[in-house]
């Protein structure tokens, strides 16, 4: 077959193969979004049905009424605030030191940062809990969110961005007699600020997801986020599928809008864990 | 009266030099102290955090302490009773099988993926985005939707399975299906992730490579072999890394499906660990497999880092 007739064909045929991949791999959110809003009789019918006949808002009326999800929720949204707060606070410090200044012990820091993104925090969660409850903090917020004070993907990404600061600048500032700290504040935060919406939007996905820390540092359902509100509400309700989903909705709906909203930059953030930009 | 002058001018000469040096030196250490005032929140952090509790995770694997009794010293007793565990060695095998089911069709997933969205077409960018919403999702969510497509009566993956006549499906509950059950979600979820670090790996090869092989007549596969794929090797060491230590990792799914069962068809390593610890309150014992577990990914990542250096090399 010539080539002018192949080449429109496969465009076609990739746009169909694109298209159907879509539905696929989207199926699953769009069956928990379907499932939400069904009555339980309806998700239970022995005839299957992909989509609710009414759109029915029960469930997530039923889901705040049941159980404590709206402390969930609050909790999550506390707890998460918090991390995200903190990483901000500490990752660029801990950065701009590891890229612009020389002091001893420095680069068995930076090597250390680097050995912990390599320890995967179940080997850790036994004394980390230990510690914890030596310290009187299990079951309390700052047991949930100390932790994750830092972290060391986000002191690195930081490093690398601050790197490609020009130190003329830094320098500049140091020649008109500007405190470190003013030099820091006025000159290396607003250059890197691209970074640090990057830097918020992983600590957030990755601080709103936690569960199993949130699940062993819980003993009561007052401090509960949603993950592990979730978890335990499948536990006691094991045939409420559609309260679940409903539950499982609200759970998801944060990220996926911040998602749909700074895709580029939550795109490149991924990337850039990788050292890409 | 000379030499008292003389005298003082030398001592004024040192003070002197010896002001301009300390002021020299205190410039340099004014610099030294911020950065150290700077770093010191990360040595606390790290100390406290990571630092410390990985002593600990060994100290603490010497005992057999059950957290409301007192500690007792036992030495390697842990270790030598771990190696006869057979709860434990089958953990150890059902981690092995989910990290690799997972991880090896991802790479070959995602790679292809990213070699589609490389180029430009109509739609990229949406295409792009749909694509990704697995990733955003919150893996707990992800869990409970899982659960519910996999429901042997009305859950749609059993329902798809009798579409093409595969009857009497029960993911869940049989410990032959149980694990690739877990597998299948698990690469539905992180597949977009490594997708979007190969496309940039791709698109920070500079295309002159592409248009001097093109000028030299390669056609696109060999372009895709000689050009692409060599140049995407440290991309795809760093997809192997992170790739096979989160799979290690996973709990979410396994606790909220099959809380590591049928039998202990799903329980994994992390599984292990938090129901010694924390459901028989065995610290010394899930310590000790805590250890284990490290030493794994270690020697996972010495291989992967001498693959590295082999690939560098040749």
Same mark, same amino acid.
């Given at each position: 077959?010539?080539?002018?007739?192949?080449?429109?064909?496969?465009?076609?045929?990739?746009?169909?193969?694109?298209?159907? !991949?879509?539905?696929?791999?989207?199926?699953?959110?769009?069956?928990?979004?379907?499932?939400?809003?069904?009555?339980?009789?309806?998700?239970?019918?022995?005839?299957?049905?992909?989509?609710?006949?009414?759109?029915?808002? !029960?469930?997530?009326?039923?889901?705040?009424?049941?159980?404590?999800?709206?402390?969930?929720?609050?909790?999550?949204?506390?707890?998460?605030?918090?991390?995200?707060?903190?990483?901000?606070?500490?990752?660029?410090?801990?950065?701009?030191?590891?890229?612009?200044?020389?002091?001893?012990?420095?680069?068995?820091?930076?090597?250390?940062?680097?050995?912990?993104?390599?320890?995967?925090?179940?080997?850790?969660?036994?004394?980390?809990?230990?510690?914890?409850? !030596?310290?009187?903090?299990?079951?309390?917020?700052?047991?949930?969110?100390?932790?994750?004070?830092?972290?060391?993907?986000?002191?690195?990404?930081?490093?690398?961005?601050?790197?490609?600061?020009?130190?003329?600048?830094?320098?500049?500032?140091?020649?008109?007699?500007?405190?470190?700290?003013?030099?820091?504040?006025?000159?290396?935060?607003?250059?890197?600020?691209?970074?640090?919406?990057?830097?918020?939007?992983?600590?957030?996905?990755?601080?709103?997801?936690?569960?199993?820390?949130?699940?062993?540092?819980?003993?009561?359902?007052?401090?509960?986020?949603?993950?592990?509100?979730?978890?335990?509400?499948?536990?006691?309700?094991?045939?409420?599928?559609?309260?679940?989903?409903?539950?499982?909705?609200?759970?998801?709906?944060?990220?996926?809008?911040?998602?749909?909203?700074?895709?580029?930059?939550?795109?490149?953030?991924?990337?850039?864990?990788? !050292?890409?930009? | 009266?000379?030499?008292?002058?003389?005298?003082?001018?030398?001592?004024?000469?040192?003070?002197?030099?010896?002001?301009?040096?300390?002021?020299?030196?205190?410039?340099?250490?004014?610099?030294?102290?911020?950065?150290?005032?700077?770093?010191?929140?990360?040595?606390?952090?790290?100390?406290?955090?990571?630092?410390?509790?990985?002593?600990?995770?060994?100290?603490?694997?010497?005992?057999?302490?059950? #957290?409301?009794?007192?500690?007792?010293?036992?030495?390697?007793?842990?270790?030598?009773?771990? +190696?006869?565990?057979?709860?434990?060695?089958?953990?150890?095998? @059902?981690?092995?099988?989910?990290?690799?089911?997972?991880?090896?069709?991802?790479?070959?997933?995602?790679?292809?993926?990213?070699?589609?969205?490389?180029?430009?077409?109509?739609?990229?960018?949406?295409?792009?985005?749909?694509?990704?919403?697995?990733?955003?999702?919150?893996?707990?969510?992800?869990?409970?939707?899982?659960?519910?497509?996999?429901?042997?009566?009305?859950?749609?993956?059993? @329902?798809?399975?009798?579409?093409?006549?595969?009857?009497?499906?029960?993911?869940?509950?049989?410990?032959?299906?149980?694990?690739?059950?877990?597998?299948?979600?698990?690469?539905?979820?992180?597949?977009?992730?490594?997708?979007?670090?190969?496309?940039?790996? #791709?698109?920070?090869?500079?295309?002159?490579?592409?248009?001097?092989?093109?000028?030299?007549?390669?056609?696109?596969?060999?372009?895709?072999?000689?050009?692409?794929?060599?140049?995407?090797?440290?991309?795809?060491?760093?997809?192997?890394?992170?790739?096979?230590?989160?799979?290690?990792?996973?709990?979410?799914?396994?606790?909220?499906?099959?809380?590591?069962?049928?039998?202990?068809?799903?329980?994994?390593?992390?599984?292990?660990?938090?129901?010694?610890?924390?459901?028989?309150?065995?610290?010394?014992?899930?310590?000790?497999?805590? @250890?284990? +577990?490290?030493?794994?990914?270690?020697?996972?990542?010495? @291989?992967?880092?001498?693959?590295?250096?082999?690939?560098?090399?040749?």
């Amino acid at each position: 077959m010539p080539r002018s007739i192949t080449r429109p064909l496969s465009a076609i045929l990739g746009q169909c193969a694109l298209f159907a !991949g879509a539905i696929l791999i989207t199926t699953p959110a769009l069956y928990m979004l379907s499932a939400s809003f069904m009555t339980n009789s309806e998700l239970f019918s022995a005839r299957f049905q992909l989509l609710p006949s009414t759109l029915y808002w !029960g469930n997530y009326v039923e889901v705040f009424a049941r159980f404590n999800f709206m402390r969930y929720l609050s909790n999550s949204v506390f707890v998460t605030g918090v991390i995200v707060l903190l990483n901000l606070l500490f990752s660029p410090m801990v950065g701009y030191s590891l890229a612009k200044f020389d002091y001893p012990g420095k680069n068995i820091l930076l090597l250390f940062i680097l050995a912990t993104v390599m320890v995967p925090f179940t080997a850790i969660l036994i004394p980390l809990f230990l510690i914890v409850r !030596g310290l009187g903090w299990v079951n309390t917020y700052q047991g949930l969110i100390i932790p994750f004070a830092m972290s060391a993907f986000g002191i690195f990404l930081m490093r690398q961005f601050i790197v490609s600061v020009p130190d003329d600048y830094i320098d500049a500032a140091r020649i008109d007699g500007a405190s470190e700290f003013r030099i820091y504040f006025q000159i290396v935060l607003p250059l890197i600020q691209p970074a640090l919406i990057t830097l918020a939007i992983i600590v957030f996905v990755a601080s709103w997801d936690e569960f199993l820390w949130m699940l062993v540092v819980t003993t009561g359902d007052a401090l509960r986020t949603l993950p592990i509100g979730l978890a335990k509400f499948r536990e006691q309700y094991q045939t409420r599928f559609e309260l679940m989903m409903a539950g499982s909705v609200i759970a998801a709906a944060p990220v996926v809008i911040m998602f749909l909203a700074l895709q580029r930059r939550f795109l490149q953030g991924m990337a850039g864990l990788s !050292g890409l930009k | 009266m000379i030499g008292t002058s003389q005298e003082q001018h030398l001592r004024n000469q040192s003070l002197h030099q010896r002001r301009r040096g300390i002021l020299g030196n205190t410039l340099e250490a004014q610099k030294k102290r911020f950065g150290l005032i700077f770093a010191l929140p990360a040595f606390f952090f790290f100390g406290a955090f990571y630092l410390y509790p990985l002593f600990q995770t060994f100290y603490v694997s010497l005992f057999s302490w059950g #957290l409301l009794d007192a500690p007792r010293f036992l030495g390697m007793a842990n270790y030598s009773r771990l +190696f006869t565990d057979r709860e434990f060695i089958n953990s150890v095998w @059902v981690s092995f099988v989910y990290a690799f089911g997972v991880v090896v069709p991802i790479w070959f997933i995602a790679l292809g993926l990213a070699l589609i969205f490389n180029r430009p077409f109509p739609g990229r960018q949406a295409y792009l985005t749909v694509y990704y919403i697995p990733a955003v999702i919150s893996l707990t969510v992800w869990s409970l939707i899982w659960l519910l497509m996999y429901n042997p009566t009305f859950g749609l993956f059993s @329902v798809a399975a009798r579409a093409v006549g595969i009857t009497g499906l029960r993911m869940l509950d049989d410990p032959s299906t149980a694990m690739p059950a877990m597998i299948i979600l698990s690469i539905w979820k992180g597949t977009p992730v490594y997708m979007v670090i190969f496309i940039a790996g #791709l698109r920070a090869i500079p295309t002159d490579y592409y248009e001097a092989a093109q000028i030299d007549g390669a056609n696109a596969w060999q372009r895709l072999l000689y050009i692409t794929l060599p140049l995407l090797r440290p991309v795809f060491l760093y997809v192997m890394v992170i790739s096979i230590i989160e799979a290690f990792k996973v709990f979410t799914p396994m606790y909220i499906l099959t809380n590591g069962g049928p039998g202990s068809a799903t329980r994994v390593l992390s599984m292990f660990i938090f129901q010694n610890g924390f459901q028989y309150l065995k610290m010394g014992y899930a310590s000790a497999a805590s @250890v284990i +577990f490290l030493l794994i990914l270690l020697a996972l990542a010495i @291989v992967q880092f001498r693959l590295l250096r082999f690939q560098q090399n040749d």
